[in-house]
């Protein structure tokens, strides 16, 4: 972290991802400016995901997902390989 803090480095792009248990479970994955959340019980399939461009809606009002479809399953995707780890 020194180099990004002290010489104006940057961090490589990497996933942020995480689930909370309760009542209603909520899943979440961010990478970039994008973030894919899902409410509801069981793991979410592609077509659960709300998709927000935070560059743009950082108070996550308005779902993109159906304009961007391929984003959701590379977001999806990438879900899945976290999600993978965590199963270990």
Do not use: T
Not at 10 to 28: E, F, G, T, V
Not at 60 to 65: H, P, T
Not at 83 to 88: Q, R, V
């Amino acid at each position: 972290m020194s180099p990004l803090l002290f010489e104006k480095g940057s961090l490589p792009d990497r996933d942020l991802y995480w689930i909370w248990a309760s009542n209603i479970n909520r899943w979440a994955l961010r990478y970039q400016d994008w973030k894919i959340v899902q409410y509801g019980r069981g793991e979410p399939k592609q077509e659960d995901w709300q998709l927000f461009n935070l560059a743009n809606d950082q108070e996550e009002k308005k779902n993109v997902a159906a304009d961007n479809p391929e984003r959701v399953k590379e977001l999806h995707e990438r879900f899945l390989v976290q999600l993978s780890k965590d199963l270990k």
